[in-house]
């Protein structure tokens, strides 16, 4: 059966996020009285769910610790660090072509569908999505084998007609879907 849809991740795939996660995360670190690393040694923070980067830097599992930094990430985030990124070239051309071919496209980050829906317009790439799909806030649905299960479930797509761009192999209970 041939593929019909394609997801995409957002950071590292579509844009270049490098900036402002690393700004929030050294943001989140200091106001917590850490010294944070240079943003180079935090280019890894990048793909995993932010609560992953923040329990391994702060060295704890204490939920409370964890969240106490989200929330400051996320103050920064909100306001000036979802526009501290670049737009990798011939994206917009790319996504285009692919449109043209009939394929179905996606977003499915494991960055809060709230900020990921404005990213999508600030760069104008809103038309050449049939969906943005994200993490929530709560962070449920920020395990990236989740996010596609319910991009599945709700656009009624078949795990063999599908393929992801920009991530790790991911591991489904109904199949796998391989990085392209």
Not at 15 to 31: F, H, N, R, V
Not at 152 to 167: A, F, N, Q, R
Request: hydrophobic share 40%; proline share 5%.
């Amino acid at each position: 059966m041939p593929y019909s849809a394609v997801l995409f991740d957002l950071d590292g795939t579509l844009t270049d996020p490098k900036l402002g996660i690393t700004s929030c995360i050294q943001y989140a670190l200091s106001e917590l009285g850490y010294k944070p690393p240079d943003a180079d040694e935090l280019y890894w923070c990048i793909r995993p769910p932010l609560k992953d980067s923040f329990s391994h830097l702060l060295k704890t599992l204490d939920d409370t610790v964890i969240e106490q930094a989200i929330s400051l990430y996320r103050r920064r985030f909100a306001t000036i660090g979802l526009f501290e990124n670049s737009l990798y070239l011939q994206i917009p051309e790319v996504l285009k072509s692919i449109r043209f071919a009939g394929y179905k496209t996606f977003v499915a980050t494991s960055k809060p569908y709230i900020y990921a829906t404005q990213i999508i317009e600030y760069f104008g790439l809103s038309l050449l999505f049939d969906g943005v799909y994200g993490s929530e806030l709560d962070g449920s649905r920020s395990i990236k084998s989740d996010l596609i299960h319910h991009i599945l479930l709700i656009e009624k797509l078949l795990p063999s007609t599908v393929v992801m761009v920009g991530d790790n192999f991911v591991k489904l209970s109904c199949g796998t879907l391989r990085e392209r």
